[in-house]
């Protein structure tokens, strides 16, 4: 199938599966031309081919690191001359347990790599080629940075920050850049498993619409606010959550 060229670039971090790739695979689709990054050099390597390596290149490096984050800015724009949307995809979640034994060591890591990591991306994109031309960010926070969730309190708490930062991109990166935030729960990801692993069922009935999140349902949401379609939309939080924030009130 001949894909038409939108003429539009992305940078989707944290892609090389998952949530990150399958919005990747979505700009694809549509036309866009992308540059990915994750840790592993094979698993990127992999995804590229998958995608398509006449329209996709992939950066390997770590989130956090300043350095990488430039190379795969200029990488970006060396391949394709433009980087007009960004995707803050990559994050982690290392430890599992309640807020009063958190070791602060890890909830700084967890903070660098899902905070600093966004915010360091978002400042190379801006100056490399947003600020003078104009696109859109879309971050990827989680439906446990708008409410408690026991046990994964550093990363929800790293998560409420994405949010807070999504508003403060988009009163400063205003009128040029659109910068917005995506909030699912649970997503069927290997990074997500440790929350339903041999118990989805169980963990889908609380769902009103009866099933855990997949990643392309969140693909559909990114692609749609990285897109002109949502040209009047900045500073908000899209929660994509199954309905389950319904079953919060009383009774």
């Known amino acids: 199938m001949t894909v038409h060229d939108s003429g539009k670039v992305a940078l989707v971090t944290g892609a090389s599966r998952g949530i990150g790739y399958a919005i990747a695979e979505a700009l694809v689709a549509r036309g866009d031309r992308v540059c990915i990054t994750g840790r592993g050099e094979e698993a990127l390597k992999e995804a590229v081919d998958k995608l398509g ?26 391949a394709f001359g433009r980087v007009d949307y960004l995707v803050n995809n990559a994050g982690t979640n290392p430890v599992f347990g309640p807020m009063a034994d958190l070791d602060l060591d890890v909830a700084r ?17 801006w100056k490399a080629w947003q600020k003078d031309n104009g696109g859109a960010i879309v971050n990827i926070a989680s439906v446990a940075g ?76 990114a692609a749609f606010l990285a897109s002109d379609q949502a040209g009047w939309i900045t500073g908000q939080t899209l929660v994509i ?3 389950i924030f319904l079953n919060a009130g009383v009774g």
């Open 146 to 221: 708008i409410s408690a969730s026991p046990f994964i309190g550093a990363y929800g708490m790293s998560k409420a920050a994405m949010v807070n930062l999504t508003q403060q991109l988009a009163h400063e990166f205003a009128p040029q850049v659109r910068v917005n935030a995506i909030a699912p729960a649970v997503v069927k990801t290997k990074f997500a498993t440790a929350l339903y692993e041999g118990r989805e069922a169980e963990a889908a009935a609380a769902y009103p619409l009866g099933r855990l999140g997949v990643p392309e349902d969140i693909a559909g949401a």
């Open 241 to 243: 959550d199954g309905g």
């Open 53 to 78: 390596a006449d329209r996709v290149i992939g950066v390997a490096g770590k989130a956090h690191d300043v350095a990488h984050q430039a190379d795969a800015v200029a990488r970006a724009m060396e």
């Open 109 to 125: 890591k967890v903070y660098e790599t899902n905070v600093l990591s966004a915010l360091g991306f978002a400042q190379q994109t």
